[in-house]
């Protein structure tokens, strides 16, 4: 069962905004059974049950990423990518695809964040988006340190297409998570900022996935009944610049 949410999505994208396009329907049919769960908890989700952060009433940067999902030799798996060092912010931190809205994408109430989160996949990793089912919007949520408001965007890897880093200068590389790895009690600590705030993390493929990333997929595990009991007292502390 779609929520309203998805509803809306459905019925709006392709049909407001600053210009128009194909539709992009948001539905979880045909999904694999091991990702009903996700579809499930995205229906019914609320905005506090992800983060303590949230979108002011007015301002932020409207922005999306696309959560995807796909299933590799090891199982299923989730798409991330890792910020070129060199940047000035966030220099090497593992991230979902995604950015800030375009004009072209739309109204952020309606089909924006869908278009956003499928166009920024593409110009970051090459992903082609065709082979991408959206079944699933989550609620708004808030980075204060950069001011972006971020809808993330779930979609099914239905046809996979070759990815890497289409711009070295902006990201560093492209890589698959299998859900076994983000899952497994192993790789999970706690990460500790000077600033004394905490948060989930996850050690897989070389890196440490923190911060709002790590936040949203530490919520899904719990919420799809996929986490395990794990250590949160084994820490990783970070540094000013992070």
Known sequence: MRSAREQR?????GMRGAAPGPKIPVSADGLPEWLA???RAAATIQPRQLSR???PESGGRQSAVLILFGHGPRGPELLLMERAGSLRSHAGQPSFPGGALDPEDGD?????PVRA???EAQEETGL???????????PRLYIPVSGFVVTPVLGWWRRPSPVGAVDQAETARVFTVPVADLTDPAHRV???HPSGHTGPAFLVENALVW????????????YAGWEIPWDRDKAVPLDWRS
């Open 9 to 13: 999505y459905d019925e709006e994208v």
């Open 108 to 112: 952020a109430d309606g089909p924006g």
């Open 211 to 222: 911060g709002f990333t790590a936040g949203v997929i530490d919520r899904i595990l719990h």
């Open 128 to 138: 082609d988006p065709s082979g991408v089912q959206v079944f699933g919007v989550l």
């Open 117 to 119: 989160a499928l166009r």
């Open 190 to 192: 706690t990460t500790r």
């Open 37 to 39: 769960p996700v579809a």
């Open 53 to 55: 952060f949230l979108p």
